[in-house]
């Protein structure tokens, strides 16, 4: 987003949220405007006007949304068909039945997220040796946990600005290398 399109998203807000910006400088303005360009360089446009609109549209408290408001209401437009926990827990059940000989084809057929959640092709493999009663309960359960934790960590991820987000990867690789050695 360039700093042209932040201007016009945060006179949208000024527009709509008047009080909010009362009484704010012109300093206080321009480092506004620096700090939501920083926070929305990365992103597309038309999802952060999309948000704004959004939160414009159905906002009911009398004051502008944060950069974190429009972040997470990016999200929300972003992942309508995001799978809920009950829904991912049929698929990895499902691939369950297949997951003895198969548990490598059956893990790639899963969904980024759903794998995230199983975590190696070979979990897959133990779960479909233990008992039926056991996968159906605890380790549905266990799993729907982790699928929502995972979701979670994921969403927060997404929240964060590209330069973040990579130096966090740098760090998980420098981690990895450093437990291989």
């Not at 959004?54 to 009398?62: D, E, M, N, P, Y």
């Amino acid at each position: 987003m360039t700093i042209e399109e932040t201007a016009k998203a945060l006179a949208l807000l000024k527009a709509a949220f008047p009080h909010s910006y009362k009484d704010m400088t012109d300093g206080d303005a321009k480092a506004m405007l620096m700090l939501w360009q920083r926070q929305f360089a990365q992103d597309d446009p038309v999802e952060v006007f999309a948000a704004v609109d959004a939160l414009i549209a159905s906002r009911t408290v009398g004051y502008s949304p944060n950069i974190g408001e429009v972040k997470e209401q990016m999200h929300k437009l972003r992942s309508t068909n995001e799978l809920d926990p009950m829904s991912a827990w049929a698929l990895v059940s499902k691939a369950c039945s297949n997951g003895i000989y198969g548990y490598r084809e059956e893990f790639a057929k899963l969904p980024p997220e759903v794998q995230r959640a199983v975590g190696a092709p070979e979990v897959l493999r133990e779960w479909a040796m233990m008992e039926s009663d056991t996968v159906q309960s605890v380790i549905a359960s266990n799993f729907q946990k982790n699928y929502r934790a995972t979701q979670e960590r994921q969403k927060e991820l997404e929240k964060l600005p590209q330069n973040v987000r990579d130096m966090l990867a740098g760090v998980a690789g420098n981690l990895m290398i450093g437990d291989a050695q």
